[in-house]
């Protein structure tokens, strides 16, 4: 069975399955995937954004000594391939299941 990631990101788009997605600029998105073509290219729904701010050295800046983690909602999302770090199938949880098998 020869299959190639574009191959693999399509069929799991058909399911309609969660994926996490790293992008070059440290952004986490998590959404169901619904779309992806050759170039990477993603469509998502149900996306969340998260970001992780570093703690800041340099003299003079006000920031927190400490990292930051900011979450946000962003419904449907495009993601352009060139920004695709990696892209990651996360496994359902019981609740999950449960709600597909309630659609079904």
């Known amino acids: ?18 994926v996490h997605v790293v992008g070059r600029d440290g952004r986490e ?10 170039h990477f290219n993603l469509f998502l729904t149900s996306a969340t954004e ?3 701010q570093k703690p800041c050295s340099t003299r003079g800046v006000k920031r927190r000594k400490e990292e930051k983690v900011f979450k946000r909602s962003l419904g449907t999302v495009f993601i352009r391939g060139d920004m695709v770090i990696s892209v990651n199938m996360v496994e359902k949880s019981a609740e999950d299941a449960q709600e597909m098998s309630r659609t079904m």
């Open 1 to 18: 069975m020869d299959t190639s990631p574009a191959k693999f990101l399509k069929e799991n788009a058909q399911r309609n399955s969660k």
């Open 29 to 38: 998105v998590e959404g169901v995937l619904c779309a992806a073509d050759r």
């Open 50 to 52: 998260t970001r992780v």
